[in-house]
């Protein structure tokens, strides 16, 4: 079982920066690809940005490529987001989920594959 919690989130104003954590205990994060998905209110769930276990294999959403940037530290178990240029349309509640590697080929785009999620981390972009 691991467990992730995100962290980071807050209320910006437009053109801001912030830098989302989540953080895994339980097991090591190191033989887990890991994403990160956002859901506004009255939206569904979208992917954000991907990882492979080993940090070597990425992939951004187009709504988020050149602003937003997915990052881990299998030492320290943690995998970043950090979103730059912020807008009010990136408000919403964001979410790190885990998919072991051995399921998937470096990274995957769909939440229903991925096996464990946090509790999401609210944000806000004001305008």
């Known amino acids: 079982q691991v467990q992730l919690v995100e962290s980071g989130g807050g209320l910006v104003q437009a053109g801001g920066s912030l830098r989302l954590s989540c953080a895994a205990s339980?097991?090591?994060?190191?033989?887990?690809?890991m994403g990160w998905f956002r859901q506004a209110p009255g939206k569904e769930r979208e992917f954000i940005a991907a990882i492979s276990w080993s940090g070597g294999s990425t992939s951004h959403a187009n709504p988020v490529k050149g602003r937003f940037t997915i990052s881990r530290d299998n030492a320290k178990d943690t995998v970043y987001l950090q979103m730059n240029s912020l807008k009010p349309e990136d408000t919403a509640v964001y979410y790190c989920a885990a998919v072991h590697r051995a399921k998937i080929v470096a990274v995957t785009t769909a939440a229903q594959v991925y096996d464990y999620w946090g509790q999401g981390t609210q944000v806000t972009v004001s305008s």
């Open positions: 339980g097991r090591t994060l190191l033989s887990y690809a």
